[in-house]
């Protein structure tokens, strides 16, 4: 992270990409060179719904604000937000007011959107992103936005890092069931239960109920972790790509075939994500594993802003 201090007046734009595991933030000059980055806990824009979630979020942007203006004062805010479904003018608010500009300075969208001009320009191509749920997307020429998937952990988001915790804890505890205390035996249930402080069911039970999801996504990176001594686990990583592969193929069936970009941090837990994807895809299918630079992209949207389409992800 760079530190360095800038005019407040300098033109420059914050980039803000929140996701269910981590919020992260970087601050672009004018010309776009980026001069700061960081991040802070995850949050996302369904906590709105209760209070309580409205005081985490609140503290989350209160941490966020803290550590960029000891980098600079951005001019401009450009947002995306997991979950964000259009109704943002108490996020927008808290925003102005943390960075001490006006209201019409802050664009807030879904974090899709930022993910997607990370990697394309409307038209180009499709994006499928893997963070602690997953979604196809494609931004046509128009500006209309189109989906595959990226309804949900509750449905589905298969490939994302909460699938992936998820069918990892089904299968540990469907072989408990049929031979109990197998799990001494699997490299992938002895890393997920040191991560969730130990093997008793009702550890599982309230680490799979009573988190965010972004918390229950984090156990992906223990799965990750003992895939190379546990066939169950390098399974569970292949599926996972080929779920991803699914949201990309959904979108040329209806849109004709395009470069596929594929990004965010559930992508990046382990090499067989992208491989298997990349084998579930046709041959000659430009696949690009672009990682998670949009709070990059979107602080340089906010710092050179320009007229953009009206859409909104959902």
Known sequence: MLNQEFDPDSGIGLGIDAGGTQTRWALAAPGGAIIAAGHVAGLSALQMSSAAGRQTVHATFSELAREVLSHGRPGRVRAGLTGFGGDGEQLQRWLAELFQVSPRCVKLCNDIEIAYLASFTPGEGYLVYAGTGSIGAFIDGDGKFHRAGGRGVMLDDGGGGFWIAREALRHIWRN????????????????????????????????????????????????????????????????????????????????????????????????????SMRAALPPDTKLVHTGSQAHFAAARLAASPAPSPNHNPT
């Open 176 to 275: 408990e069931d049929e031979q109990p205390g197998c799990w001494k035996d699997s490299p992938m249930a002895q890393a997920v239960f040191d991560y969730i402080g130990g093997h008793d069911w009702s550890l599982s039970r309230q680490f799979i109920y009573a988190q965010e999801r972004g918390e229950v996504g984090k156990l992906a990176l223990a799965v990750a972790a003992s895939a190379g001594q546990d066939p169950a686990a390098e399974r569970i990583l292949c599926e996972a790509g080929q779920e991803l592969a699914r949201l990309a193929l959904a979108l040329a069936n209806r849109f004709g075939p395009r470069p596929v970009a594929l990004a965010g941090r559930a992508s990046e837990l382990h090499p067989s994500i992208a491989a």
